[in-house]
């Protein structure tokens, strides 16, 4: 069965968080019918797509792709994927799954529009930590005092042969001491100690300064679209907010070996 989503344990900076839904204004006059030579017909997708923008004119849509159900087109439109019947008349929004393959269609198309250049991280502002050989890579960016973020270290305390580069971003509307904590650990003589004993053991550390990106952070955060803590980042550039399990990340970074290998990937962001 599907995986339960992690994004349900997420901190986030909004005080309500609300899907917003392309408009779409019906056109009032019908398209106009157009006689097209038989050896140059447009495929059924391009012919979606036109159908759509003739009918709805002031609404912008991205990839229109065939699906296995007959006579259904998947439909982008910005970060939201829906689902419209060969008429262009009826959308539905919600998650298309295969239940013979046990695999959410939906997610995994969201998964591949989603994702983040991981090469293009400045780990060198991230706190490094290797666990056994390290060769699974993830970033996570998180709060010191989120109880999400808490979580999320608990759960994978035990997560061995990973590469963990913990991106300090406190969310200063909901944790107003969060940002002096981050601080705090980035300026620690080990900050991997100091993080786990402030994120582990929920112990005081002593108030330290100097140089940090922890402002920097905060503002990488907000130019990729993450507003909510803990959120997580595979090397493949998958992205996966809220506290995952040790089981769901398990999964996770296991479809990242495979996209390392060349195999095809199948399957955010808060704010």
């Known amino acids: 069965m599907p995986l339960r989503s992690a994004g349900q344990f997420l901190c986030t900076g909004l005080l309500a968080a609300a899907m917003a839904l392309p408009c779409l204004a019906q056109s009032t006059a019908p398209a106009a019918a157009q006689s097209t030579p038989a050896t140059t017909m447009p495929s059924p997708d391009i012919a ?10 002031s609404t912008h849509f991205g990839a229109v792709n065939p699906t296995p159900w007959p006579g259904v087109f998947e439909v982008v439109m910005g970060a939201n994927i829906a689902y419209v019947d060969a008429s262009g008349q009826y959308f539905l929004f919600g998650h298309l799954y295969d239940m013979k393959a046990q695999r959410d269609l939906t997610a995994e198309h969201k998964d591949t529009l989603a994702r983040i250049d991981f090469n293009a991280l ?9 666990r056994g050989n390290g060769s699974r890579v993830l970033a996570i960016f998180s709060d010191p005092d989120c109880p999400y973020c808490r979580k999320l270290e608990a759960d994978i305390r035990s997560l061995t042969d990973v590469t963990i580069y913990t991106f300090l971003m406190p969310l200063a509307s909901l944790h107003p001491g969060a940002h002096a904590k981050a601080v705090s650990v980035w300026c620690a003589e080990d900050r991997i100690a100091a993080w786990h004993a402030t994120l582990w053991r929920d112990e005081t550390l002593p108030q330290a300064d100097c140089q940090h990106p922890v402002d920097r952070n905060v503002a990488l955060g907000e130019r990729l679209g993450i507003n909510g803590t803990p959120t997580l980042i595979a090397a493949d550039g998958r992205v996966l907010p809220g506290a995952a399990s040790k089981e769901q990340l398990e999964v996770w970074l296991a479809r990242s070996t495979v996209s ?8 955010a962001l808060p704010r």
Request: negative net charge; proline residues 15%; charged residues 20%.
């Open 48 to 57: 979606m797509s036109d159908r759509l923008q003739a009918l709805y004119p």
């Open 122 to 130: 400045p780990l060198s502002d991230a706190m490094k930590e290797v």
């Open 260 to 267: 390392a290998q060349g195999a095809p990937q199948p399957e």
